[in-house]
């Protein structure tokens, strides 16, 4: 089939037309790229961009201040290089499990400057996702504690977390319950809460003092750390109440596996300042959406039935 030269030259025109279309979007990428990047130098806080290998691909002049390292000297490194080793390998992995659930993690962190000082920032990682809901890269936000949002940051830290074992206080627990349910509705999942309470603790302070049982709930929030998963909450409320949010529960009997854990773990003695404590404890379930299919209505429930447990002779759950 023979094309003629008009109709040949009119194809030439359109590819010709079609090319500088894409060239002209091609530009307008470039400088949208361009003021982009300009906009992040020029952000104050302390900015980090890693791909999805948590390789750093980005560092702002803010980070630089911050840290020491310009971005030539952290170009495919991971953040390991500002580890200060004062955070465990259970601080790290409960980090990146927030961040895999809730696709957002932020608290305090302690990291090295390039000269090797140690100094605490607060640091708020977000995950960034393609359409497909994968995610691509992360974004870490560093603000330092010795700036004016100090006081600021304390106050955050004041206002949801228990000061004496380091654990999220009642407040921070409603924000990840709601997130919890929120998650729930979506993927048809259950959510339990599992409210424990120490078992005869005022027996320890009368014998030994305040200051042994504030160590014997230390040792008790550590041990609970280590007995539920790492995409669990605990809680400290008050005094020797903890409760703990398990926020994706097949069955039922998946939670009273970890209560009947919990149970088994605060059975086993605690050691303080070279003398064994042995304590046991009573664990309230509810869950959601059996129980109650308000968020409000299951931390009330979980306590009764606590209380149930405690009347029944304790070291047990209801």
């Known amino acids: 089939m023979m094309i003629d030269k008009d109709e040949q030259i009119r194809q030439l025109k359109k590819r010709l037309k079609h090319l500088k279309e894409q060239q002209h979007h091609s ?9 982009f990047l300009t906009v992040l130098q020029h952000i104050p806080e302390a900015l980090l961009l890693l791909n999805k290998h948590s ?9 630089e201040q911050l840290f020491g390292y310009n971005f030539a000297e952290l170009k495919n490194h991971t953040p390991n290089i500002l580890q200060s080793h004062r955070h465990n390998k259970i601080f790290y992995k409960r980090m990146w499990q927030r961040l895999e659930y809730e696709h957002v993690w932020q608290g305090q962190i302690w990291n090295k400057h390039k000269n090797g000082s140690i100094h605490p920032t607060w640091l708020h990682i977000t995950c960034i996702k393609n359409k497909a809901q994968k995610t691509t890269h992360y974004l870490g936000v ?3 504690f010795s700036s004016q949002d100090e006081q600021q940051r304390r106050l955050h830290i004041l206002n ?11 407040h921070l627990l409603h924000d990840r319950l709601a997130q919890a349910l929120s998650q729930a509705q979506r993927h048809g999942y259950k959510v339990a809460i599992l409210y424990l309470n120490l078992d005869n603790f005022s027996m320890v302070n009368d014998a030994f003092g305040h200051s042994a049982g504030d160590l014997l709930l230390q040792k008790v929030a550590l041990r609970l750390q280590k007995t539920v998963r790492l995409s669990d909450s605990i809680c400290r409320p008050q005094n020797d109440e903890f409760i703990i949010l398990l926020p994706a529960v097949q069955t039922l009997q998946n939670s009273e596996r970890v209560a009947r854990n919990i149970i088994d773990s605060m059975n086993k003695p605690l050691t303080l300042e070279n003398q ?12 959601y959406p059996i129980d109650s299919e308000n968020a409000d209505n299951l931390i009330p429930i979980a306590k009764k039935s606590m ?3 405690k009347e029944s002779g304790g070291n047990t759950f209801i």
């Open 276 to 287: 064994e404590y042995y304590i046991s404890s009573s664990i309230g379930i509810s869950h």
């Open 160 to 170: 949801y977390y228990d000061p004496l074992t380091g654990l999220p206080n009642i």
């Open 142 to 144: 560093y603000t330092d």
């Open 55 to 63: 390789q750093i691909i980005f560092a702002n002049k803010g980070f």
């Open 27 to 35: 530009q307008q990428l470039t400088q949208q790229s361009d003021i």
């Open 307 to 309: 209380q149930k447990a």
